[in-house]
């Protein structure tokens, strides 16, 4: 029997990785479709104020639609394009398509002074020309660096992280701020965060689920909140989808909150329509008073 169980094991593993190779493949043929079909688009998350409840930026997330197969999720993409080296087109893709939304939304009252944050593969932070390129960019568009925000996770930040001391230095050099996303799931050394000029760190959702019931978690929210403070960063709580989470993060201090609960990823125009309908009635809900 054991030997049957093994079989089937094997079987059962052969069969689910011969699967996964398929769907790869599908997916890197796919990619290169996508570009050329234009099947990308954004959507974006709002960011607000912790404490004023003010909506100060969102964050822009690539999707994609296949023809045939349907949705499929940047988790699983993003990581086949950066095997097949098309990431630094999507990439450049996501930052002209976010300095293009960028300038559509300084004609419009609410969104006049949002910022936009957009998530870099190390592909592209290791691109010697990618900083020229986004201030050109910027330029040409009219539009000052500080409303792009560039999101780099912790591991990426502290892979090959001597190397990228200077590398960070340049990107705020340029006046661009740098968050460490997923903040808490990799091995971020102290040391290096205080000699990283970073200017946020936003807090993985994993440790802002079990606020605020968990004690022990609630203590690494409190710990992330004095360290970022101390090394003179902003802190942002990410996935928040609870009201109570949202009143714990405010009374520990966060600066921003990103969550479900407060706004989900929304293409530009819907982005646009909450702006106007659904933001003033949470922030009324929430902060108590209508912004
Ligand atoms: P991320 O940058 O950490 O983005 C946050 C993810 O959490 C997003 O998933 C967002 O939709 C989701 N999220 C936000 N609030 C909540 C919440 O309250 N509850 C839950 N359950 N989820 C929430 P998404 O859009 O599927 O993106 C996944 C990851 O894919 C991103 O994680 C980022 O690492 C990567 N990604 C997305 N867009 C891009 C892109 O344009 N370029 C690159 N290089 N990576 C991207
Ligand atoms: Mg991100
Ligand atoms: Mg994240
Ligand atoms: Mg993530």
Request: a negative charge.
């Amino acid at each position: 029997a054991a030997k049957r169980d093994e079989e089937n094991l094997c079987h059962f593993f052969d069969e689910s990785m011969e699967t996964r190779l398929m769907r790869t493949k599908l997916i890197e043929h796919a990619l290169h479709e996508a570009l050329a079909q234009n099947q990308f688009f954004l959507v974006y998350q709002p960011q607000f104020s912790a404490q004023t409840g003010a909506l100060v930026g969102c964050e822009a997330l690539i999707r994609w639609i296949h023809p045939e197969e349907g949705f499929i999720p940047p988790d699983e993409f993003i990581s086949v394009a950066e095997h097949v080296g098309l990431i630094s087109a999507i990439g450049e893709w996501v930052i002209d398509e976010s300095i293009r939304q960028l300038v559509r939304w300084r004609e419009m009252p609410v969104l006049k002074n949002i910022r936009i944050a957009i998530n870099l593969s190390s592909v592209q932070l290791e691109d010697k020309t990618l900083l020229d390129r986004l201030q050109r960019k910027l330029k040409q568009a009219g539009v000052a660096p500080d409303l792009l925000e560039l999101e780099l996770t912790e591991r990426v930040v502290m892979t090959d992280a001597a190397e990228n001391v200077s590398r960070f230095q340049a990107i705020r050099a340029h006046g661009f701020d740098l968050a460490v996303d997923d903040f808490g799931t990799g091995y971020s050394s102290l040391a290096y965060l205080q000699k990283f000029p970073l200017s946020v760190l936003k807090v993985d959702k994993q440790f802002v689920d079990p606020i605020p019931d968990d004690e022990g978690a609630c203590a690494i929210a409190n710990a992330i909140v004095s360290l970022a403070h101390s090394l003179d960063m902003k802190v942002v709580a990410e996935g928040v989808e609870t009201g109570e989470q949202v009143h714990w993060l405010y009374r520990a201090g966060y600066d921003l909150l990103q969550g479900y609960y407060l706004g989900r990823p929304m293409k530009a125009e819907d982005f646009q329509q909450w702006a106007l309908t659904d933001y003033p009635v949470i922030v009324a809900k929430v902060w108590g008073h209508p912004s």
